[in-house]
């Protein structure tokens, strides 16, 4: 950067951008920031190139204290803040400086009469409203005080005067900006514009957060006529669901404390992709229907081929492998206890692409790291009570479906033995276990269960026959003396006839087909006890 030739060759005069032939100059930058971080280097940075920084409260006072030269926005206004810092800077000369347009002369014109000094730039970042809503036991009325009045006021007038003034929202920015100053470049338009979108976005996050929040807090909707998410990204993914889509994760903000894959921690192993959230995502869902007892969870192309609940966890893995030997390669797999050496031998001897639990002891860590790009997800919470609540999203190309989360508990419905042959205690426990597991896997779908462990599952077809049929061919002998269960009912007895042909002695199912007499005549054949739950669980 080259120095001022003159009097004082140490005083920078104040850079310029171009924009089309008018040559604006940037004299003058308001700075008022909730985030203190990289303000401070920031502010001495603008000094040096001879930028008068104006500023309020908090801000100014750090600025002030670290020997930054700034001039309190009181004093340009002659108005001092007022009501515990709710009026800082909601004044005519403050946005009458920030909004004028430069290539208006009737602005300019009024500028001049009555004082009033362009600024440049505004610096401004929004009251943590929401880190404050994630403290425990906070106040109504400390939620409301952290609700910035001003700042957005600012941020929105600078962007929406972005051809002539700068706005910078975020301390990511900072040193793009300030590589420009200092070479004394042209701020180019392209600049310029993506710093105004990225200030729209701060604002409109953070009014969606205020409003999604207070919805909650102060009324029981849960589909409003206007909905607005909020996301932030947590990772690019190398692509999407195939090499040529492009694809990214966002969290929703604000997080939730709930035991998911958006807060898993990877303890080792490659970037997930696109389909590992995916699979993750189903296998971390499945796991939490089990908290009482050791569990695990095979996925393989988001939908389960193995669910074991045992005394141990080793036997719960072997159990929801035997399931099904040849899905599990490159699946995802799920535990709700902390992995030891003794299951981490067993899983080694198979390429898995990630393993799920709430710990990893350090024999299982050193088994593990054997296996480089094997993703190791830690994720706390998982053995213990888990509140599951609020709504679930699906995009459509053009919009959003949206729905409650399906989290009712098998043993809270109203079970209706249908048949001649009642089931056993011990058949409506492996009902009610069956019940927890094909809720997870894709429609149309049957598994077959002995006690808590599966032993076929069928999914994803376009019949329910077909599915009972995949299911018994692949369980084969194992499908004798099993517990049934199905996601919706029967519209026909096919698939009751070839679960009977197989062997299994129970079946649990929601009912309601026009044909319901016709399969529990089928049923009552076959010598099956049959239940309804009443309970659909269609997962698309």
Same mark, same amino acid.
């Given at each position: 950067?080259?120095?001022?030739?003159?009097?004082?060759?140490?005083?920078?005069?104040?850079?310029?951008?171009?924009?089309?032939?008018?040559?604006?100059?940037?004299?003058?930058?308001?700075?008022?920031?909730?985030?203190?971080?990289?303000?401070?280097?920031?502010?001495?940075?603008?000094?040096?190139?001879?930028?008068?920084?104006?500023?309020?409260?908090?801000?100014?006072?750090?600025?002030?204290?670290?020997?930054?030269?700034?001039?309190?926005?009181?004093?340009?206004?002659?108005?001092?803040?007022?009501?515990?810092?709710? =009026?800082?800077?909601?004044?005519?000369?403050?946005?009458?400086?920030?909004?004028?347009?430069?290539?208006?002369?009737?602005?300019?014109?009024?500028?001049?009469?009555?004082? *009033?000094?362009? *600024?440049?730039?505004?610096?401004?970042?929004?009251?943590?409203?929401?880190? /404050?809503?994630?403290?425990?036991?906070?106040?109504?009325?400390?939620?409301?005080?952290?609700?910035?009045?001003?700042?957005?006021?600012?941020?929105?007038?600078?962007?929406?005067?972005?051809?002539? =003034?700068?706005?910078?929202?975020?301390?990511?920015?900072?040193?793009?900006?300030?590589?420009?100053?200092?070479?004394?470049?042209?701020?180019?338009?392209?600049?310029?514009?993506?710093?105004?979108?990225?200030?729209?976005?701060?604002?409109?996050?953070?009014?969606?957060?205020?409003?999604?929040?207070?919805?909650?807090?102060?009324?029981?909707?849960?589909?409003?006529?206007?909905?607005?998410?909020?996301?932030?990204?947590?990772?690019?993914?190398?692509?999407?669901?195939?090499?040529?889509?492009?694809?990214?994760?966002?969290?929703?903000?604000?997080?939730?404390?709930?035991?998911c894959i958006s807060n898993a921690v990877k303890l080792q192993g490659k970037e997930l992709s696109f389909n590992n959230i995916l699979d993750?995502?189903?296998?971390?869902?499945?796991?939490?229907?089990?908290?009482?007892?050791?569990?695990?969870? *095979?996925?393989?192309?988001?939908?389960?081929?193995?669910?074991?609940?045992?005394?141990?966890?080793?036997?719960?893995?072997?159990?929801?492998?035997?399931?099904?030997?040849?899905?599990?390669?490159?699946?995802?797999?799920?535990?709700?206890?902390?992995?030891?050496?003794? =299951?981490?031998?067993?899983?080694?001897?198979?390429?898995?692409?990630?393993?799920?639990?709430?710990?990893?002891?350090?024999?299982?860590?050193?088994?593990?790291?054997?296996?480089?790009?094997?993703?190791?997800?830690?994720?706390?919470?998982?053995?213990?009570?888990?509140?599951?609540?609020?709504?679930?999203?699906?995009?459509?190309?053009?919009?959003?479906?949206?729905?409650?989360?399906? =989290?009712?508990?098998?043993?809270?419905?109203?079970?209706?033995?249908?048949?001649?042959?009642?089931?056993?205690?011990?058949?409506?426990?492996?009902?009610?276990?069956?019940?927890?597991?094909?809720?997870?896997?894709?429609?149309?779908?049957?598994?077959?269960?002995?006690? /808590?462990? /599966?032993?076929?599952?069928?999914?994803?077809?376009?019949?329910?026959?077909?599915?009972?049929?995949?299911?018994?061919?692949?369980?084969?002998?194992?499908?004798?003396?099993?517990?049934?269960?199905?996601?919706?009912?029967?519209?026909?007895?096919?698939?009751?006839?070839?679960?009977?042909?197989?062997?299994?002695?129970?079946?649990?199912?929601?009912?309601?087909?026009?044909?319901?007499?016709?399969?529990?005549?089928?049923?009552?054949?076959?010598?099956?006890?049959?239940?309804?739950?009443?309970?659909?669980?269609?997962?698309?």
């Amino acid at each position: 950067m080259k120095k001022k030739q003159g009097k004082n060759p140490n005083v920078f005069e104040p850079f310029s951008y171009v924009d089309k032939v008018k040559i604006m100059k940037i004299k003058r930058a308001l700075i008022s920031v909730s985030d203190k971080d990289g303000i401070l280097n920031f502010s001495k940075e603008l000094s040096k190139i001879n930028i008068e920084i104006l500023s309020t409260g908090g801000t100014s006072s750090i600025l002030q204290d670290a020997g930054i030269k700034i001039k309190e926005v009181s004093k340009v206004t002659g108005f001092p803040e007022i009501l515990d810092g709710r =009026v800082k800077t909601l004044h005519p000369i403050i946005h009458a400086g920030i909004l004028a347009r430069r290539d208006k002369k009737e602005h300019l014109n009024t500028l001049k009469k009555h004082s *009033i000094d362009k *600024i440049d730039i505004v610096v401004c970042n929004l009251y943590p409203f929401e880190e /404050t809503i994630q403290k425990s036991n906070v106040s109504i009325n400390e939620v409301i005080e952290n609700i910035d009045i001003g700042g957005p006021t600012l941020i929105r007038a600078a962007a929406k005067n972005y051809k002539n =003034v700068l706005v910078v929202t975020n301390p990511g920015q900072y040193d793009d900006v300030l590589k420009k100053l200092k070479e004394k470049k042209d701020i180019d338009l392209k600049l310029r514009e993506k710093l105004a979108v990225e200030a729209y976005t701060h604002t409109a996050q953070y009014d969606s957060i205020i409003s999604n929040y207070l919805r909650n807090k102060w009324t029981r909707e849960i589909l409003p006529d206007h909905n607005n998410l909020t996301m932030r990204k947590i990772q690019d993914m190398r692509y999407g669901e195939n090499p040529h889509q492009k694809g990214a994760f966002y969290k929703s903000i604000p997080s939730i404390d709930e035991p998911c894959i958006s807060n898993a921690v990877k303890l080792q192993g490659k970037e997930l992709s696109f389909n590992n959230i995916l699979d993750a995502d189903c296998a971390i869902e499945c796991i939490k229907e089990f908290t009482k007892k050791p569990t695990c969870v *095979i996925i393989k192309h988001a939908t389960p081929c193995g669910i074991a609940v045992s005394g141990n966890l080793l036997q719960a893995w072997k159990d929801a492998y035997a399931t099904d030997v040849y899905s599990p390669f490159g699946g995802i797999v799920s535990f709700n206890r902390e992995i030891g050496e003794d =299951v981490a031998e067993e899983l080694s001897k198979l390429f898995l692409e990630v393993i799920i639990a709430p710990g990893f002891n350090k024999d299982a860590l050193s088994i593990f790291g054997k296996k480089e790009n094997l993703r190791l997800l830690e994720l706390k919470g998982l053995n213990g009570k888990i509140k599951r609540e609020g709504m679930v999203f699906r995009s459509v190309v053009g919009g959003f479906l949206s729905q409650e989360r399906d =989290v009712k508990e098998p043993e809270k419905m109203k079970l209706r033995s249908v048949t001649k042959k009642k089931p056993s205690k011990e058949d409506l426990e492996s009902m009610e276990f069956s019940i927890k597991c094909v809720r997870h896997v894709k429609s149309n779908s049957v598994l077959f269960v002995k006690g /808590t462990k /599966t032993v076929a599952i069928g999914g994803g077809q376009t019949s329910r026959v077909d599915a009972t049929w995949i299911a018994t061919h692949k369980g084969k002998e194992n499908i004798k003396g099993s517990i049934m269960a199905s996601d919706a009912f029967f519209p026909f007895r096919d698939a009751v006839d070839v679960a009977a042909k197989a062997g299994v002695k129970a079946i649990i199912q929601p009912g309601g087909s026009i044909r319901d007499n016709e399969v529990i005549k089928a049923a009552d054949e076959h010598e099956i006890a049959m239940v309804f739950s009443g309970q659909r669980y269609f997962r698309h």
